[in-house]
């Protein structure tokens, strides 16, 4: 979200539980169900997957993509062609983090990204413990109990 703030987008943000949105940087609006967004978007960032990602269709306007690149809920998606067709010519896109793309590809963004974190105008969501809590951390972090980036030291 702070991201696209700074380059100039509106943002929506929808959120699983209220709690998720108080610390939420760069949102113009938060809310906790895609059906309360208001109007059509050119581009949708998906990561909940199942009946949220079918649900986005119809926020998405004509030519506009959705970047699908998680599936949290573990639901899968219904949609059919019709869903689209309200849409002309928009699309669906996957996004991995794993990628066998060569690394020096992605050296450019993650300079631009340390440079953002280093002059504090991109202020991640860290936590950070101890290496040996990791066991119990852990499932907190797959539970989604802990919001942001986990950083474990190793001591």
Known sequence: TQIAARSGARVTAV???PERGRHLRGADEIIEDIDKAQGLFPLI?????????AAAISHIEAKGTIVVFGNSSGEPTPFSFRDLAEHPNARIQGFSYF?????????????????????????????????R?????????????????AVFHID
């Open 99 to 131: 990628t066998s793309e060569p690394e020096e590809r992605f050296a450019p963004d993650l300079e631009l990204l340390a440079s953002l974190v280093a002059e504090e105008s991109l202020k991640p969501h860290l936590v950070e413990h101890s290496w």
């Open 133 to 149: 809590e990791l066991a119990q951390i852990g499932p907190q972090l797959r539970d989604r109990q802990i919001r942001g980036k």
């Open 15 to 17: 959120v699983g539980r």
């Open 45 to 53: 960032l998906e990561s909940a997957g199942g009946s949220s990602l």
